[in-house]
């Protein structure tokens, strides 16, 4: 019965093992996923914020290419209208000998915006869409650390001598992970 007993345990022993071993790998896979989860954040802050100046560029340019297609003198003013056409084309008083040009530089400028802002914002729902995924991945491995840990809390409450100790508690668990 002694020897039996002893069976048991060192298969309860290689048990708890396993159990742990599994429990680092999955406080491991946690901790890399938490550790994207916040890069993501960080990245789609980042793409928040660069969709955001390219909204405010753009209106800015737009609001300069009406003026330009009215005939206003501000179109030369803007940082973004100066890059626009170049600061050579602007003359002492901040106007634009040939309009025309500079129409169709605002409206390329004014094009160019609006696609890398579409292609910002379609990087920022990517990187919403992965960062939700990743949470339910990191939430779910959770779980799974969870029920690895009660299970090395039913393994542990076994003493040496092979009986259920006398609290039945988990004490220490986190001691073997």
Same mark, same amino acid.
Do not use: W
């Given at each position: 019965?002694?020897?039996?007993?002893?069976?048991?345990?060192?298969?309860?022993?290689?048990?708890?093992?396993?159990?742990? @071993?599994?429990?680092?790998? &999955?406080?491991?896979?946690?901790? &890399?996923?938490?550790?994207?989860?916040?890069?993501?954040?960080?990245?789609?802050?980042?793409?928040?914020?660069?969709?955001?100046?390219?909204?405010?560029? *753009?209106?800015?340019?737009? &609001?300069?290419?009406?003026?330009?297609?009215?005939?206003?003198?501000?179109?030369?003013?803007?940082?973004?209208?100066?890059?626009?056409?170049?600061?050579?084309?602007?003359?002492?008083?901040? @106007?634009?000998?040939?309009?025309?040009?500079?129409?169709?530089?605002?409206?390329? @400028?004014?094009?160019?915006?609006?696609?890398?802002?579409?292609?910002?914002?379609?990087? *920022?729902?990517?990187? @919403?869409?992965?960062?939700?995924?990743?949470?339910?991945?990191?939430?779910?491995?959770?779980?799974?650390?969870?029920?690895?840990?009660?299970?090395?809390?039913?393994?542990?409450?076994?003493?040496?001598?092979?009986?259920?100790?006398?609290?039945?508690?988990?004490?220490?668990?986190?001691?073997?992970?």
């Amino acid at each position: 019965e002694r020897a039996a007993m002893e069976q048991e345990l060192v298969a309860l022993e290689g048990e708890r093992q396993a159990l742990r @071993t599994r429990a680092e790998a &999955a406080e491991a896979e946690r901790r &890399a996923l938490q550790g994207r989860v916040n890069e993501l954040m960080v990245g789609a802050s980042d793409s928040e914020a660069r969709a955001h100046e390219a909204e405010q560029a *753009l209106a800015r340019l737009e &609001a300069e290419l009406r003026a330009a297609r009215s005939g206003g003198d501000e179109s030369c003013g803007s940082r973004e209208g100066q890059q626009a056409i170049g600061m050579a084309g602007c003359d002492a008083r901040g @106007t634009k000998p040939d309009m025309d040009s500079h129409i169709k530089e605002l409206e390329c @400028t004014v094009e160019s915006l609006r696609e890398d802002h579409a292609m910002m914002v379609q990087q *920022l729902m990517a990187k @919403t869409d992965e960062k939700s995924r990743v949470e339910a991945e990191l939430r779910s491995l959770q779980s799974q650390y969870n029920e690895l840990e009660q299970m090395m809390c039913g393994r542990q409450s076994f003493d040496k001598g092979g009986r259920v100790g006398a609290t039945g508690s988990c004490d220490g668990v986190s001691s073997l992970l």
